[in-house]
């Protein structure tokens, strides 16, 4: 028996409270992360710059001396010199000293860079859902149940992308669909990295009739011939597209017991 509509509303603005506080602590760990990030790459950094300073100090004398570090320190003001800084040996042990201190700097850097070539060349797009809202939500409306199952997507590359398009690209068992496959269900110009994840909306159903219908671009009397027999599971393939980008993933999609809609990810297609 479902409960009155004003109950399952407030049921479901609390799971939704709830997924939006989680959002935003998962977002501040994010942050706080990040700042760690920054503060040890800065570090790292640091010491390659006094590494290589060293290394460039110890190979090139400004005056003549017993030792090129002698010299620049002579050069610094520094007038009282150990004898042991004034041997030519000192010069190979500090130039060793500060290739070890800026080696972790050079290779973080070279790190960072190969990182942004290959996220250029293969740039990362996700598919999320969860079985819990705002990915499946119920919303009562004139005496029925309009329940929705939405996705969403994401680039978590380091790059922005364009010109995005979300299709259905098979439907098993297969119902003949106006336009036929791949079906389009939104478009974008922009998909950007940096930011938060895009809800869309996938296909809905009304607990007043058998069917459900994607949620294509499609207006009319076509829209009434894209209605799917809500009796039938199906399984269906949804691809993003970015530019030269794609991304595949494969649900489950039927309607329970209690006339509500529900999709589930399967995994992702080779």
């Not at 109950?7 to 997924?19: C, G, P, S």
């Not at 760990?29 to 710059?49: D, G, H, P, Q, V």
């Not at 599971?233 to 980008?245: F, N, Q, W, Y």
Request: proline share 6%; charged share 20%.
């Amino acid at each position: 028996m479902r409960p009155p509509p004003k109950e399952q509303n407030t049921r479901y603005d609390k799971q939704i409270n709830n997924h939006i506080n989680k959002h935003k602590l998962d977002q501040e760990l994010s942050r706080m992360k990040n700042s760690e990030n920054l503060i040890l790459k800065l570090a790292s950094y640091t010491f390659s710059i006094i590494g290589t300073y060293l290394m460039l100090a110890v190979s090139v004398s400004p005056h003549d001396a017993a030792s090129n570090l002698a010299a620049w320190l002579h050069a610094l003001g520094i007038t009282r010199i150990p004898a042991s800084l004034q041997h030519f040996s000192i010069d190979t042990w500090t130039f060793w000293f500060g290739a070890l201190i800026a080696t972790p700097g050079l290779l973080s850097l070279f790190s960072l860079i190969i990182k942004k070539y290959s996220s250029s060349k293969n740039s990362q797009l996700c598919i999320f859902h969860e079985p819990k809202p705002p990915y499946e939500t119920i919303e009562p409306t004139k005496g029925h149940i309009r329940s929705t199952v939405n996705i969403g997507i994401k680039n978590t590359s380091i790059n922005n992308l364009s010109n995005w398009s979300l299709y259905v690209d098979e439907v098993t068992p297969y119902q003949p669909l106006i336009g036929g496959l791949p079906l389009l269900i939104k478009e974008g110009h922009s998909l950007r990295y940096d930011e938060p994840e895009t809800i869309i909306n996938l296909a809905e159903y009304w607990d007043h009739i058998d069917k459900y219908r994607f949620s294509a671009p499609i207006s009319g009397f076509a829209e009434t011939l894209n209605y799917m027999d809500a009796s039938t599971p199906r399984t269906i393939v949804i691809r993003l597209k970015a530019g030269h980008h794609e991304k595949r993933s494969t649900y489950k999609i039927w309607v329970d017991n209690t006339k509500t809609l529900h999709l589930k990810y399967l995994g992702d297609p080779q």
